[in-house]
Protein backbone atom coordinates (compact mmCIF):
# COMPACT_ATOMS: atom_id res chain seq x y z
CA UNK A 1 0.00 0.00 0.00
CA UNK A 2 0.95 3.31 -0.74
CA UNK A 3 1.67 5.60 2.27
CA UNK A 4 -1.63 7.26 3.41
CA UNK A 5 -1.90 10.59 2.46
CA UNK A 6 -5.71 10.82 3.12
CA UNK A 7 -7.30 11.35 6.14
CA UNK A 8 -9.42 8.40 7.57
CA UNK A 9 -12.96 7.94 6.75
CA UNK A 10 -15.71 8.58 9.55
CA UNK A 11 -19.41 9.70 9.21
CA UNK A 12 -18.16 13.28 9.40
CA UNK A 13 -16.31 13.44 6.09
CA UNK A 14 -18.38 10.52 4.06
CA UNK A 15 -21.32 12.00 1.96
CA UNK A 16 -23.48 8.89 0.42
CA UNK A 17 -25.31 9.79 -2.92
CA UNK A 18 -28.26 7.21 -4.19
CA UNK A 19 -29.17 7.24 -7.68
CA UNK A 20 -32.92 7.03 -8.12
CA UNK A 21 -32.55 5.66 -11.57
CA UNK A 22 -34.30 6.63 -14.61
CA UNK A 23 -37.20 5.43 -16.08
CA UNK A 24 -36.88 1.66 -15.03
CA UNK A 25 -38.28 0.50 -18.54
CA UNK A 26 -36.62 -3.17 -17.46
CA UNK A 27 -38.46 -3.26 -14.20
CA UNK A 28 -42.23 -2.24 -16.41
CA UNK A 29 -44.88 -1.80 -15.76
CA UNK A 30 -44.11 -2.00 -11.88
CA UNK A 31 -42.56 1.36 -12.61
CA UNK A 32 -45.45 2.86 -14.38
CA UNK A 33 -46.63 4.42 -11.53
CA UNK A 34 -43.86 4.73 -9.61
CA UNK A 35 -39.80 5.69 -8.79
CA UNK A 36 -37.81 2.23 -9.63
CA UNK A 37 -36.31 2.47 -5.79
CA UNK A 38 -39.83 2.64 -4.55
CA UNK A 39 -40.75 -0.56 -6.04
CA UNK A 40 -42.08 -2.86 -2.69
CA UNK A 41 -39.73 -5.79 -2.11
CA UNK A 42 -40.50 -8.94 -0.21
CA UNK A 43 -43.82 -7.80 1.62
CA UNK A 44 -43.21 -4.68 3.36
CA UNK A 45 -39.91 -3.08 2.18
CA UNK A 46 -38.68 -1.04 -1.14
CA UNK A 47 -35.76 -1.45 -3.16
CA UNK A 48 -33.91 2.20 -1.69
CA UNK A 49 -34.04 0.67 1.82
CA UNK A 50 -31.33 -1.72 1.37
CA UNK A 51 -28.99 0.84 0.17
CA UNK A 52 -29.92 3.19 2.81
CA UNK A 53 -30.25 0.28 5.37
CA UNK A 54 -26.29 -0.42 4.49
CA UNK A 55 -25.24 3.09 5.07
CA UNK A 56 -27.21 3.75 8.07
CA UNK A 57 -25.75 0.13 9.43
CA UNK A 58 -22.16 1.42 8.28
CA UNK A 59 -22.63 4.12 10.18
CA UNK A 60 -23.22 6.64 7.61
CA UNK A 61 -26.33 9.28 8.19
CA UNK A 62 -25.81 11.97 5.63
CA UNK A 63 -27.73 10.84 2.74
CA UNK A 64 -28.95 12.15 -0.57
CA UNK A 65 -31.36 10.57 -2.58
CA UNK A 66 -31.38 11.72 -6.58
CA UNK A 67 -34.93 11.02 -8.13
CA UNK A 68 -36.31 12.29 -11.31
CA UNK A 69 -39.32 9.86 -12.60
CA UNK A 70 -42.71 8.87 -10.78
CA UNK A 71 -41.10 10.49 -7.79
CA UNK A 72 -44.27 11.15 -5.46
CA UNK A 73 -44.39 7.64 -3.77
CA UNK A 74 -40.61 7.38 -3.07
CA UNK A 75 -40.97 11.06 -1.43
CA UNK A 76 -43.49 10.18 0.98
CA UNK A 77 -41.70 6.80 1.83
CA UNK A 78 -38.48 8.73 2.83
CA UNK A 79 -40.13 11.35 4.39
CA UNK A 80 -42.62 8.95 6.54
CA UNK A 81 -39.74 6.84 7.26
CA UNK A 82 -35.81 8.19 7.87
CA UNK A 83 -36.08 10.69 11.06
CA UNK A 84 -32.66 11.02 12.77
CA UNK A 85 -33.11 13.25 16.26
CA UNK A 86 -32.02 17.09 16.43
CA UNK A 87 -28.96 15.97 17.90
CA UNK A 88 -27.86 14.17 15.20
CA UNK A 89 -26.39 15.86 11.76
CA UNK A 90 -27.44 12.91 9.74
CA UNK A 91 -30.12 13.20 7.50
CA UNK A 92 -31.95 11.85 4.43
CA UNK A 93 -32.52 14.67 1.80
CA UNK A 94 -34.48 14.24 -1.89
CA UNK A 95 -33.04 16.00 -4.68
CA UNK A 96 -35.20 15.77 -7.16
CA UNK A 97 -34.10 16.61 -11.28
CA UNK A 98 -35.49 20.24 -11.58
CA UNK A 99 -34.80 22.63 -14.40
CA UNK A 100 -32.93 26.03 -13.66
CA UNK A 101 -32.49 29.46 -15.32
CA UNK A 102 -29.17 27.80 -17.14
CA UNK A 103 -29.85 24.12 -17.26
CA UNK A 104 -33.14 23.31 -18.85
CA UNK A 105 -32.73 19.33 -18.81
CA UNK A 106 -33.11 16.35 -16.87
CA UNK A 107 -30.23 13.76 -15.45
CA UNK A 108 -29.23 12.02 -18.70
CA UNK A 109 -27.39 9.73 -16.46
CA UNK A 110 -25.58 9.01 -12.76
CA UNK A 111 -22.11 11.10 -13.70
CA UNK A 112 -24.71 13.92 -14.97
CA UNK A 113 -26.86 13.58 -11.96
CA UNK A 114 -24.05 13.67 -9.73
CA UNK A 115 -22.61 17.23 -11.51
CA UNK A 116 -25.93 18.97 -11.06
CA UNK A 117 -25.99 18.55 -7.65
CA UNK A 118 -22.76 19.41 -6.93
CA UNK A 119 -23.99 22.63 -6.02
CA UNK A 120 -25.78 20.86 -2.91
CA UNK A 121 -22.68 18.65 -2.32
CA UNK A 122 -20.46 21.44 -1.23
CA UNK A 123 -23.17 22.65 1.43
CA UNK A 124 -21.54 19.80 3.02
CA UNK A 125 -18.40 18.81 4.56
CA UNK A 126 -16.66 16.05 2.78
CA UNK A 127 -13.69 14.27 1.71
CA UNK A 128 -15.32 10.74 0.14
CA UNK A 129 -18.57 11.00 -2.02
CA UNK A 130 -19.42 7.04 -2.18
CA UNK A 131 -21.93 6.37 -5.03
CA UNK A 132 -24.34 3.53 -4.55
CA UNK A 133 -27.45 2.36 -6.78
CA UNK A 134 -31.01 2.19 -6.11
CA UNK A 135 -32.16 -1.07 -7.11
CA UNK A 136 -29.21 -3.97 -5.76
CA UNK A 137 -30.00 -6.05 -2.93
CA UNK A 138 -26.92 -6.62 -0.53
CA UNK A 139 -25.84 -6.47 2.79
CA UNK A 140 -22.29 -4.35 2.75
CA UNK A 141 -20.82 -2.74 5.31
CA UNK A 142 -18.91 0.39 3.32
CA UNK A 143 -16.16 0.99 6.01
CA UNK A 144 -13.54 -1.22 5.39
CA UNK A 145 -14.05 -0.16 1.65
CA UNK A 146 -13.86 3.22 2.74
CA UNK A 147 -10.62 2.42 5.07
CA UNK A 148 -9.25 0.67 1.90
CA UNK A 149 -9.60 3.95 -0.03
CA UNK A 150 -7.41 6.30 2.41
CA UNK A 151 -5.18 3.80 2.81
CA UNK A 152 -4.00 3.03 -0.70
CA UNK A 153 -4.60 7.05 -1.75
CA UNK A 154 -6.97 6.01 -4.08
CA UNK A 155 -8.82 8.51 -6.58
CA UNK A 156 -11.59 6.29 -6.69
CA UNK A 157 -12.29 2.80 -5.61
CA UNK A 158 -15.20 0.33 -7.27
CA UNK A 159 -16.79 -1.95 -5.52
CA UNK A 160 -17.07 -5.56 -6.82
CA UNK A 161 -17.61 -8.62 -6.68
CA UNK A 162 -16.52 -12.20 -8.41
CA UNK A 163 -18.80 -13.42 -11.19
CA UNK A 164 -19.07 -16.11 -13.20
CA UNK A 165 -18.76 -16.11 -17.40
CA UNK A 166 -22.52 -16.56 -17.99
CA UNK A 167 -22.93 -13.88 -16.03
CA UNK A 168 -20.19 -11.72 -16.88
CA UNK A 169 -21.57 -10.67 -20.44
CA UNK A 170 -24.45 -8.16 -18.69
CA UNK A 171 -21.83 -6.30 -16.50
CA UNK A 172 -18.65 -4.08 -16.43
CA UNK A 173 -15.67 -6.50 -15.58
CA UNK A 174 -12.17 -5.61 -14.85
CA UNK A 175 -8.82 -6.46 -14.59
CA UNK A 176 -6.62 -5.38 -11.60
CA UNK A 177 -2.77 -5.82 -10.83
CA UNK A 178 -1.12 -7.48 -7.33
CA UNK A 179 -2.15 -3.97 -5.27
CA UNK A 180 -5.91 -4.06 -6.67
CA UNK A 181 -5.33 -1.19 -8.89
CA UNK A 182 -7.70 -1.56 -11.96
CA UNK A 183 -5.61 -1.56 -15.27
CA UNK A 184 -8.11 -2.98 -17.48
CA UNK A 185 -12.32 -2.29 -17.55
CA UNK A 186 -14.73 -3.91 -20.38
CA UNK A 187 -18.03 -2.60 -20.19
CA UNK A 188 -20.11 -6.05 -21.07
CA UNK A 189 -17.96 -8.01 -22.61
CA UNK A 190 -19.14 -10.62 -25.53
CA UNK A 191 -15.69 -11.72 -27.21
CA UNK A 192 -14.15 -15.44 -25.99
CA UNK A 193 -10.73 -14.35 -25.69
CA UNK A 194 -11.88 -11.24 -24.25
CA UNK A 195 -13.38 -13.71 -21.44
CA UNK A 196 -9.91 -15.46 -21.49
CA UNK A 197 -7.90 -12.05 -20.54
CA UNK A 198 -9.93 -10.58 -17.67
CA UNK A 199 -10.00 -13.68 -15.95
CA UNK A 200 -8.36 -13.72 -12.27
CA UNK A 201 -5.57 -14.89 -11.55
CA UNK A 202 -5.89 -17.88 -9.41
CA UNK A 203 -2.68 -17.03 -7.63
CA UNK A 204 -4.53 -14.24 -6.13
CA UNK A 205 -7.48 -16.18 -4.60
CA UNK A 206 -5.99 -16.34 -1.51
CA UNK A 207 -5.35 -12.81 -1.08
CA UNK A 208 -8.66 -11.45 -2.19
CA UNK A 209 -10.57 -14.06 0.20
CA UNK A 210 -12.06 -15.91 -2.88
CA UNK A 211 -13.26 -18.95 -2.00
CA UNK A 212 -13.04 -22.30 -4.47
CA UNK A 213 -11.07 -23.16 -8.11
CA UNK A 214 -14.22 -21.60 -10.25
CA UNK A 215 -12.82 -19.66 -12.66
CA UNK A 216 -14.13 -16.22 -12.25
CA UNK A 217 -14.09 -12.11 -12.85
CA UNK A 218 -14.00 -9.26 -11.45
CA UNK A 219 -17.18 -7.16 -11.97
CA UNK A 220 -18.43 -3.72 -11.29
CA UNK A 221 -21.14 -3.34 -8.27
CA UNK A 222 -22.24 0.05 -9.02
CA UNK A 223 -20.47 1.54 -6.17
CA UNK A 224 -17.90 4.07 -5.94
CA UNK A 225 -15.86 6.17 -4.05
CA UNK A 226 -14.79 9.31 -5.11
CA UNK A 227 -11.84 11.34 -3.00
CA UNK A 228 -13.54 14.85 -2.98
CA UNK A 229 -10.38 16.78 -5.04
CA UNK A 230 -11.00 14.17 -7.79
CA UNK A 231 -15.01 14.11 -8.48
CA UNK A 232 -14.47 17.82 -8.89
CA UNK A 233 -12.10 16.93 -11.87
CA UNK A 234 -13.62 14.25 -13.56
CA UNK A 235 -16.87 16.23 -13.43
CA UNK A 236 -15.59 19.00 -15.97
CA UNK A 237 -16.96 17.54 -18.93
CA UNK A 238 -19.97 16.40 -20.73
CA UNK A 239 -19.79 12.86 -20.07
CA UNK A 240 -23.29 11.43 -18.77
CA UNK A 241 -22.53 8.51 -17.16
CA UNK A 242 -20.07 6.71 -14.38
CA UNK A 243 -20.02 3.03 -15.94
CA UNK A 244 -19.47 3.99 -19.32
CA UNK A 245 -17.89 7.31 -19.96
CA UNK A 246 -16.04 8.47 -16.29
CA UNK A 247 -14.73 4.88 -15.37
CA UNK A 248 -13.05 3.33 -18.86
CA UNK A 249 -11.40 7.25 -18.81
CA UNK A 250 -10.39 7.85 -15.57
CA UNK A 251 -7.91 4.12 -15.11
CA UNK A 252 -5.72 5.86 -17.62
CA UNK A 253 -5.59 9.02 -15.77
CA UNK A 254 -6.40 8.68 -11.67
CA UNK A 255 -5.32 6.13 -9.45
CA UNK A 256 -8.67 3.50 -9.26
CA UNK A 257 -8.65 0.43 -7.63
CA UNK A 258 -10.89 -2.09 -6.54
CA UNK A 259 -12.67 -3.48 -3.57
CA UNK A 260 -13.49 -6.92 -3.45
CA UNK A 261 -16.69 -7.80 -1.71
CA UNK A 262 -17.04 -11.51 -0.59
CA UNK A 263 -21.36 -12.00 0.33
CA UNK A 264 -24.28 -12.23 -1.22
CA UNK A 265 -25.09 -9.41 -4.23
CA UNK A 266 -27.92 -9.49 -6.76
CA UNK A 267 -28.93 -6.53 -9.49
CA UNK A 268 -32.82 -6.67 -9.19
CA UNK A 269 -33.29 -3.82 -11.86
CA UNK A 270 -35.31 -6.62 -13.95
CA UNK A 271 -38.66 -8.43 -14.00
CA UNK A 272 -37.00 -11.95 -13.51
CA UNK A 273 -34.53 -11.12 -11.02
CA UNK A 274 -36.93 -9.00 -9.21
CA UNK A 275 -38.92 -11.52 -9.09
CA UNK A 276 -36.54 -14.42 -7.96
CA UNK A 277 -35.17 -12.42 -5.48
CA UNK A 278 -38.42 -12.00 -3.64
CA UNK A 279 -39.09 -15.51 -3.89
CA UNK A 280 -35.56 -16.43 -2.89
CA UNK A 281 -36.27 -15.01 0.24
CA UNK A 282 -38.84 -18.06 1.24
CA UNK A 283 -36.51 -20.70 0.77
CA UNK A 284 -35.54 -22.11 4.30
CA UNK A 285 -31.63 -20.81 3.71
CA UNK A 286 -32.65 -17.52 1.46
CA UNK A 287 -29.14 -16.32 0.39
CA UNK A 288 -30.34 -12.80 1.58
CA UNK A 289 -31.05 -12.98 5.32
CA UNK A 290 -34.16 -10.79 6.26
CA UNK A 291 -33.44 -11.91 10.00
CA UNK A 292 -30.02 -10.54 10.33
CA UNK A 293 -30.13 -8.37 14.01
CA UNK A 294 -26.77 -6.91 13.13
CA UNK A 295 -27.42 -5.28 10.22
CA UNK A 296 -31.28 -5.07 9.85
CA UNK A 297 -32.90 -3.55 7.20
CA UNK A 298 -35.03 -0.41 7.93
CA UNK A 299 -38.36 0.42 6.35
CA UNK A 300 -41.84 2.36 7.53
CA UNK A 301 -42.89 1.63 10.81
CA UNK A 302 -46.56 1.11 9.60
CA UNK A 303 -48.05 -0.23 13.14
CA UNK A 304 -50.12 -2.68 11.58
CA UNK A 305 -52.17 -5.48 13.19
CA UNK A 306 -50.60 -8.88 13.58
CA UNK A 307 -52.09 -11.01 10.62
CA UNK A 308 -54.76 -13.38 10.81
CA UNK A 309 -54.87 -16.97 9.13
CA UNK A 310 -58.20 -18.41 9.24
CA UNK A 311 -56.99 -22.48 8.84
CA UNK A 312 -54.98 -22.32 5.43
CA UNK A 313 -52.01 -23.91 4.63
CA UNK A 314 -49.36 -22.39 3.93
CA UNK A 315 -45.80 -23.98 2.50
CA UNK A 316 -42.38 -21.75 2.09
CA UNK A 317 -44.24 -18.40 2.40
CA UNK A 318 -44.06 -15.02 3.67
CA UNK A 319 -47.12 -13.20 5.24
CA UNK A 320 -46.69 -9.77 5.94
CA UNK A 321 -48.06 -7.47 8.73
CA UNK A 322 -51.58 -6.85 8.75
CA UNK A 323 -53.24 -9.75 6.42
CA UNK A 324 -55.73 -11.51 6.35
CA UNK A 325 -56.21 -15.45 5.13
CA UNK A 326 -58.83 -17.44 4.65
CA UNK A 327 -58.75 -21.50 3.82
CA UNK A 328 -56.56 -21.20 0.71
CA UNK A 329 -53.60 -22.81 -0.18
CA UNK A 330 -50.11 -20.76 -0.47
CA UNK A 331 -47.13 -22.00 -1.12
CA UNK A 332 -43.35 -20.70 -2.42
CA UNK A 333 -45.26 -17.15 -2.27
CA UNK A 334 -45.20 -13.97 -0.82
CA UNK A 335 -47.80 -12.06 0.36
CA UNK A 336 -47.50 -8.33 1.05
CA UNK A 337 -48.35 -5.55 3.57
CA UNK A 338 -53.04 -5.73 4.36
CA UNK A 339 -53.13 -8.37 1.62
CA UNK A 340 -56.21 -10.43 1.46
CA UNK A 341 -56.73 -13.98 0.16
CA UNK A 342 -60.20 -15.39 0.23
CA UNK A 343 -60.64 -18.88 0.82
CA UNK A 344 -60.42 -22.36 -1.83
CA UNK A 345 -57.89 -19.88 -3.58
CA UNK A 346 -54.94 -21.52 -4.62
CA UNK A 347 -51.10 -19.29 -4.93
CA UNK A 348 -47.96 -21.02 -5.80
CA UNK A 349 -44.83 -18.89 -6.67
CA UNK A 350 -47.03 -15.48 -6.65
CA UNK A 351 -45.31 -12.12 -5.34
CA UNK A 352 -48.43 -10.17 -3.89
CA UNK A 353 -47.55 -7.12 -2.60
CA UNK A 354 -50.24 -6.14 -0.83
CA UNK A 355 -52.49 -2.97 -0.32
CA UNK A 356 -52.18 0.39 0.66
CA UNK A 357 -55.57 0.62 2.90
CA UNK A 358 -58.39 -1.14 4.09
CA UNK A 359 -60.99 -1.48 2.11
CA UNK A 360 -64.17 -0.01 4.21
CA UNK A 361 -67.36 -1.87 4.50
CA UNK A 362 -69.14 0.23 2.17
CA UNK A 363 -66.67 0.26 -0.43
CA UNK A 364 -66.82 -3.55 -0.36
CA UNK A 365 -70.70 -3.62 -0.56
CA UNK A 366 -70.55 -0.56 -3.11
CA UNK A 367 -68.35 -2.35 -5.72
CA UNK A 368 -69.52 -5.85 -5.29
CA UNK A 369 -73.36 -4.68 -5.89
CA UNK A 370 -71.46 -3.43 -9.62
CA UNK A 371 -69.72 -6.50 -10.30
CA UNK A 372 -66.42 -5.39 -9.12
CA UNK A 373 -64.35 -7.97 -6.91
CA UNK A 374 -62.64 -6.17 -3.55
CA UNK A 375 -59.35 -5.14 -3.02
CA UNK A 376 -57.24 -9.07 -2.80
CA UNK A 377 -57.62 -12.13 -3.87
CA UNK A 378 -61.53 -13.60 -4.08
CA UNK A 379 -62.73 -17.61 -3.51
CA UNK A 380 -61.63 -20.59 -5.92
CA UNK A 381 -58.95 -18.37 -7.55
CA UNK A 382 -55.67 -20.18 -8.85
CA UNK A 383 -52.32 -17.86 -9.01
CA UNK A 384 -48.94 -19.17 -10.32
CA UNK A 385 -45.83 -17.64 -11.52
CA UNK A 386 -47.39 -13.94 -11.15
CA UNK A 387 -46.53 -10.70 -9.30
CA UNK A 388 -49.69 -8.95 -8.05
CA UNK A 389 -48.92 -5.13 -7.81
CA UNK A 390 -50.84 -2.82 -5.07
CA UNK A 391 -54.39 -2.70 -4.66
CA UNK A 392 -55.24 -4.89 -7.17
CA UNK A 393 -58.91 -6.69 -7.43
CA UNK A 394 -59.17 -10.58 -8.66
CA UNK A 395 -62.49 -12.10 -8.43
CA UNK A 396 -63.70 -15.18 -7.48
CA UNK A 397 -62.78 -18.44 -9.57
CA UNK A 398 -60.43 -16.44 -11.25
CA UNK A 399 -57.17 -18.37 -13.36
CA UNK A 400 -53.65 -16.36 -13.94
CA UNK A 401 -50.73 -18.42 -15.12
CA UNK A 402 -48.33 -18.03 -17.86
CA UNK A 403 -48.63 -21.53 -19.05
CA UNK A 404 -49.07 -21.47 -22.84
CA UNK A 405 -48.37 -17.90 -23.47
CA UNK A 406 -45.40 -15.39 -24.87
CA UNK A 407 -42.51 -14.58 -22.74
CA UNK A 408 -43.66 -10.65 -23.31
CA UNK A 409 -46.83 -9.60 -23.69
CA UNK A 410 -49.29 -6.59 -23.24
CA UNK A 411 -52.95 -6.94 -22.90
CA UNK A 412 -54.97 -4.10 -21.17
CA UNK A 413 -55.51 -6.10 -17.66
CA UNK A 414 -51.96 -7.68 -17.26
CA UNK A 415 -48.20 -7.65 -18.94
CA UNK A 416 -46.15 -10.54 -19.17
CA UNK A 417 -42.46 -10.30 -18.75
CA UNK A 418 -39.57 -13.13 -18.87
CA UNK A 419 -42.71 -15.76 -18.66
CA UNK A 420 -44.27 -14.08 -15.16
CA UNK A 421 -47.89 -12.55 -15.72
CA UNK A 422 -47.51 -9.04 -13.70
CA UNK A 423 -51.12 -7.86 -12.76
CA UNK A 424 -50.36 -3.62 -12.54
CA UNK A 425 -51.15 -1.32 -9.79
CA UNK A 426 -54.85 -0.48 -9.03
CA UNK A 427 -55.57 -3.35 -11.60
CA UNK A 428 -59.09 -5.08 -11.43
CA UNK A 429 -59.28 -8.83 -12.80
CA UNK A 430 -63.10 -9.78 -12.86
CA UNK A 431 -65.08 -12.63 -11.16
CA UNK A 432 -64.83 -15.80 -13.77
CA UNK A 433 -61.49 -14.45 -15.63
CA UNK A 434 -58.76 -16.84 -17.00
CA UNK A 435 -55.87 -15.25 -17.91
Same mark, same amino acid.
Given at each position: M????????????????????????????????R?????????????????????I?????????????????????I??????D??????????????????????Q???D???????????????Y???L??D??????????????????A??????V???????????????????????????P????????????????????V????????????????????I???????????????I?????????????????????????S???????????????????T?? /?? @??????????K? !? &??????? +? =?????????????????????F?????????????????Y????????????G???I???????????????N???????????A???????? /?? @??I????????? !? &??????? +? =?
Amino acid at each position: MAENKRPMPHNNNVLAVIMGGGQGTRLFPLTRDRAKPAVPLVGKYRLVDVPISNCINSGLKRIYLLTQFNSASLHRHISQTYKFDQFSDGFVEILAAEQTPTNMSWYQGTADAVRKNLVHFLNSNFEYLLVLSGDQLYRMNFRPMLIQHANSDADITIGTVTVERNAASSLGIMQIDDTRRIIKFVEKPNNPELFASLKLDKKAYGNLGVQGDTDYLLASMGIYIFSRDVIFKLLENTYSDFGKHIIPEAIHTQKVYAYVFQGYWEDIGTIKSFFEANLDAVAELPRFNYFDTVY /PI @YTRPRFLPPSKV !N &GASIDHA +I =ISDGCIVNHASIDYSVIGLRGFVDSGSYLHRVVMMGSDYYESAESIVRNAAAGRPRIGIGKNTRIENAIIDKNVRIGDNVVITPAGKPENLDE /PM @YYIRDGIVIIPK !N &GVVPHGT +I =I
